[in-house]
């Protein structure tokens, strides 16, 4: 596969659970962004990564969000003590640099009970 | 002031007419500029991205840009009901210490029959 993929695709949880997502992006692109999409809404950025330099996590709405990179491949995006209002969908994109063409993936669609 | 604003809509307009989505943009060095397409309940898709003061066309497509003004925008000649989406503005923006690319609100676009 050559696109930006995701998983789960669906992950329903109970409020207060801990919930990890998981983006895989386009191989040799060392920027790798995260957002949130709630329904009928925009993009709401939450973390851009670049190549080995610190992320810019001024998206982060609370401390319950986190996410990490390993090198410049998989990303994982962790919510901890879920509540309602974190239900949405969750896109990742990828792109060869920090200004270049960014290439989104499926996205992970959160509902929590 | 918003780093990247458009017009939510919807912007309607009948088949065939041209579609005018515009977006403005607050950091004066933005080289990069990127117009998206949203479907209802699918990811962010790549319509075309410009670099250069002027018109770029691609098919049905034409993006303007001017950096004097800080303005781009996207032209839809002959629209179609199958071009009804929402539509992203992106522009590379330097903040807090990243060159990233950061996404407007989009605009709603209905192509009525």
């Known amino acids: 596969g050559a696109g930006v993929s995701q998983s789960p695709s669906n992950k329903v949880t109970e409020k207060g659970k801990d919930v990890e997502l998981r983006c895989d992006p386009i191989?040799?692109?060392?920027?790798l962004y995260w957002y949130r999409q709630r329904l009928g809404q925009g993009l709401e950025f939450l973390i851009y990564?670049?190549?080995?330099?610190?992320?810019?996590k001024s998206g982060l709405p609370s401390d319950r969000f986190s996410a990490e990179r390993t090198g410049e491949s998989v990303s994982t995006l962790t919510i901890q003590r879920t509540q309602q209002e974190d239900s949405a969908v969750y896109l990742c994109?990828?792109?060869?640099?920090?200004?270049?063409?960014?290439?989104f993936g499926p996205g992970t669609r959160l509902t929590v009970l | 002031q918003k780093e990247v604003e458009q017009n939510s809509g919807p912007l309607s307009v009948p088949e065939g007419a041209i579609a005018s989505l515009n977006c403005t943009y607050s950091?004066?060095?933005?080289?990069?500029f990127f117009w998206y397409r949203q479907y209802s309940g699918k990811s962010p898709e790549l319509i075309m991205f410009i670099y250069s003061n002027g018109d770029k066309e691609d098919g049905r497509f034409t993006a303007q840009l001017n950096k004097a003004s800080q303005y781009v925008s996207l032209l839809i000649r002959d629209s179609q009901p199958s071009d009804s989406a929402t539509y992203l503005c992106?522009?590379?923006?330097?903040?807090?210490?990243?060159?990233?690319?950061?996404f407007g609100t989009g605009t709603k676009l209905q192509v009525i029959p």
């Open positions: 191989s040799g692109h060392t920027a």
């Open positions: 994109a990828s792109s060869a640099g920090g200004t270049d063409t960014q290439y």
């Open positions: 950091d004066r060095g933005s080289q990069s």
């Open positions: 990564f670049q190549g080995n330099s610190a992320p810019d």
């Open positions: 992106a522009v590379n923006v330097y903040s807090g210490g990243y060159q990233k690319v950061t």
